[in-house]
């Protein structure tokens, strides 16, 4: 299930956590840290900050990432982080219920905000959801370059065969060996205006209805890495691409939304502690799609704890200290 634009399961997610205790949950973080280059001097001494976050993988490292490294500038951090749905954790923000969440630029910009069309440019992307949140009293903080979108996933004995590197050679294999285009798409990619419909439209592909098999999420990359499938349906920033060795596909004509993570903070929070912008920053800057491969793979792949991974990083990286 795709879990950022899945409106009906999010909306009525969100709903029962509003009207529960959802938002109102939570511990206090005990994290043992202290600044690293981040932090020094305790910017944020005194303060009390709640942060939120979804409730999949990366959604939980990157709150936990918040957390920590709130936590070593001094704050008094409440944990609210694997609210479920988007919805839910996107009105503890508003509401002020929480102060701070890592969300993606395309999922407000399509689900939150109603617009039906994404901005290609990634910065310009960024730029309205800041502008158009703002009469929301939510504040936008810089862009990371980690982009969790749609893509194209094969393994690397298809990708020497068919030297598929862009989404424009997968249109053209089409029509040139139309039995070699075989897909593993999750049954609401194959059915948005934004997935397989709008992508075959745009790069002008010909494929199947025979070709093209519908299965869960999980089970599309084991297909895609085995080659019973020539492609599978993948996110980027998912830690199995790295640990099955999959060749992504480049979306040459950018037709997939920009979801590029960024510190989404309730505004009258930042204003009481704006110290909280620059304590992000330099995270910010540093996280990108290798990195959200790494990481989520060792939670997803490895089994280890989301909190733990995002410790580890932030120690390694010299964001904190332990």
Known sequence: MRYRTRMAAAAASGLVLLAGCGLTS???LVDDVRPGTVGRGAPLAGAD???????????????AMMGIAFKAAGA???DRT???????AREAIKSGDADAMY??????????????RPIPDPHRQWEAVRKADLKN??????????NNTYALGMNQANFKKYRTKTLSDVAALSKSDPGAVTLCVESEFANRADGLPGMEKAYGMK???????????????TQAAKGSCTFGEVYTTDGRIRAMNLHVTQDDKHFFPNYNAAPEINSKSLKKYPQMAEVLAPI??????????????????????????????????????E
């Open 26 to 28: 939570g511990s206090p």
């Open 49 to 63: 900050i709640t942060v939120t976050s979804k409730e999949f993988t990366e959604q939980l490292i990157l709150g």
């Open 76 to 78: 008094d951090v409440l």
């Open 82 to 88: 694997g609210i479920q749905g988007s919805v839910g």
């Open 103 to 116: 969300e993606y630029t395309g999922t407000a910009w399509i689900t939150y905000l109603g617009n039906s």
């Open 137 to 146: 009293g939510i504040t936008w903080l810089a862009p990371s370059a980690l």
């Open 207 to 221: 494929i199947s209805a025979g070709n093209i098999t519908q299965m869960d999420s999980g089970i599309i990359y």
């Open 284 to 321: 910010t800057k540093a996280l990108d799609n290798t990195v959200a491969q790494e990481l989520n793979a060792k939670v997803d792949v490895d089994g280890q704890d989301p909190h733990d991974v995002a410790k580890d990083w932030l120690v390694r990286k010299g964001f904190v200290k």
